[in-house]
């Protein structure tokens, strides 16, 4: 079996996790924007963008570090592991009490009603746990244990999704008799309606402790070991990740943060800022098929490509990897993109969410080049300058307040999404011609930018042309669709013939 193949069924294996469970997931977006209105989904919008914002800080580039020295001669993986997990144990406890203190005032800039401070104690109970299972999952995948990491995520998904069906559905029709009405008093003992959007975050928080139970054997196996000297090279290695993951997560999250706090009073008529925010966080999810894509092929790469570091063909084998990626996930930008309108009906279930669906396009190509700079940033992550991914990721996030700042008050969240798109498409730029100077690979950039440029082409006269009646719409949109298909089998398919890394930028 060649690397790339290998590439893919490690890949595939993760996506079991990803793209099965956040279905199960994705499931949740229906319920939620039936049981609450956009105003209550903002809230949910916002914590989890500190969420993801919050879980870059308290591992701080540990797991790249850990898969780097791991695969550097000579090191003893288990004291490794020992070391690593003890300091993020030391740190995440310090942390997690931090965020404890600051959770109120970090709550008062999304808006949220005082009154809500519990909300803040299970962002910060989340955030620590998710933390503490962090070096154990990056563990299998460092051991190839791919299928036990795909277990233990999807279960962490289905507890998520079994509690959220049961407090959000069950709990509330029992409550009022529609269901099982002899529970009624079994039910009000532990059920309390007036928590409402609370039970979302109480769901996330009991999956997340599940998984920590699952995880019981990585988690006991180690000795704990905290002399500050030999932490001082991986600290050395990973507080460059750190800043890049956090510049990261600024660009990926701070528009949802921003948005009620920059979005002027009355844009939109009749809606607080709030339900804007909920309303493009539900947009924002119809980009998750672009999501889960990145998701299980980093899993696999990540480690995949420091195992490839010592191979002479491994430059070839990062351009071919790159280029069958980025056409995979343009294919998944026309569909998607050309029915978006159905997939809106379908999830989103009230129809005032549905007026976010423009944005739906831009985040999707915006998330393509969030993936294509995935793969270019193994460069500086294979020539140990990660600063350099700390200069662009700062650059990003410089770009983002920037760019929400001048396009919020103008466009409200479609301005946020133009601003995710220009960031992601400005880093993969970036990072790509700095790797011609430090790691030279032989992409076929101008080759890949005709195929997006082409399936932007396509998704812009699929929105601008739009027939009269649901057959005339699906035919065209299919047309367009098939189109695109057809015109990579023709051109792709002699090069696809074998699977294997070749030079040149064909």
Known sequence: MSVVKKLASQTAIYGVSSIVGRVFSYLLTPLYTRVFAAAQFGIVTGI????????????????????????RPGTDRRELYDRVLSL????TAGLTA?????????????????????????????????ALSAIPFARLRL???????????????????????FFLLLCPAVASGKLLSGLQPLVATFY???????????????????????????????RFRLNLEPLRPLLKYAYPLMFM?????????????????????????GQSSLTAAGIYGACYKLSIFMTLVIQAFRYAAEPFFFSQSEDKNSPATFALILKWFTLCCAVIFVGISLNVEDFGQLFLQRPEYRQGLVVVPILLLANLFLGVYYNLSVWFKLTDKTYYGT?????????????NFLLIPVLGYLGCAIATLAVYFMMAVLCWRLGERHFPVPYPALRLGLWLLGAAGLVALGWWVQPAGWWPRHVWHAGLTAAFLLALYVVE????????PSAGRG
């Open 48 to 71: 989890f963008a500190y969420v993801s914002f919050l879980n870059v800080v308290f591992t701080y580039g540990m797991e790249t570090t850990y898969f780097r020295f791991a695969n």
């Open 88 to 91: 993020l144990l030391v740190s």
């Open 98 to 130: 931090v965020l404890l203190l600051l959770a109120k005032p970090l709550l008062a800039l999304l808006s949220i009603p005082p009154g809500n401070e519990q909300y803040g104690v299970w962002m910060a109970l989340i955030i620590g746990f998710d």
């Open 143 to 165: 051991e190839n244990k791919a299928r036990k990491f795909a277990a233990i995520k999807l279960a962490n998904i289905l507890a998520t999704v079994a509690l959220n069906v």
């Open 192 to 222: 309390n309606p007036a928590l409402g959007v609370g039970y979302v975050f109480i769901s996330t928080l009991v999956a997340s402790g599940f998984t920590l139970l699952l995880l019981w054997r990585e988690l006991l196996d180690f």
């Open 245 to 269: 993951g956090l510049a990261g997560m600024v660009n990926e999250t701070l528009d949802r943060i921003l948005l009620p706090i920059w979005l002027p009073e009355g844009f939109y008529p």
């Open 391 to 403: 200069y662009i990721g700062v650059g990003g996030a410089v770009l983002t307040i920037a760019l």
């Open 493 to 500: 398919r002699p090069r696809a013939a074998a699977i294997r």
